[in-house]
């Protein structure tokens, strides 16, 4: 993940944690204001220097920590929105499962076919097509019979 991102999500709070690991109060209280502005807005410049363009209190072993932070806390919503989906899915599963189940129940004259009424339907018309073939055969075979005694 790119620093600027994790910087950008984590906020301020996780910004200063690491950028003002090594400082004190003693060295820059944030909380002081001075009532000369313009010495009030050259000491915070200065300090804001400091802070980021020379990083002189940032600590890079909080920062790396900080990281797998935000890190881990990003993977576990990601695991958390999959297990959700997972979970979505089995729903909507158990759902259609059970429309299914009701309406297999249906016993009215004009429910739906059931899979099984399908498949004799189905069934019949091929043992139709079948019987119809062989009375065909059948039939031919007695013309060719006839004829051959014709003959």
């Known amino acids: 993940m790119d620093d600027i991102v994790i910087l950008e999500e984590s906020g301020n709070t996780f910004v200063n944690t690491v950028f003002e690991a090594n400082l004190s109060n003693t ?3 944030k909380n002081l204001v001075v ?13 804001i220097k400091q802070k980021y363009k020379k990083r002189k209190y940032f600590d890079e072993v909080i920062y790396h920590k900080e990281v797998l932070k935000v890190l881990q806390r990003k993977h576990e919503e990601r695991q958390s929105r999959a297990e959700e989906e ?5 729903r ?10 009701s309406l297999s129940n249906v016993s009215s004259p004009h429910s739906v076919n059931s899979n099984d009424d399908l498949k004799k339907s189905a069934g019949d018309k091929r043992d139709d097509r079948t019987s119809r073939v062989r009375h065909d055969r059948l039939r031919k075979a007695h013309s ?3 004829l051959s ?3």
Do not use: P, V, Y
Not at 92 to 101: V, Y
């Open 92 to 101: 909507n599963r158990d759902d259609e499962t059970d429309s299914t189940k």
């Open 27 to 29: 060295i820059f209280d």
């Open 86 to 90: 997972r979970r979505q899915s089995r």
């Open 35 to 47: 009532d000369d502005t313009e010495e009030e807005d050259t000491r915070r410049g200065k300090f």
């Open 149 to 151: 005694s014709a003959l």
């Open 144 to 146: 060719m019979r006839c």
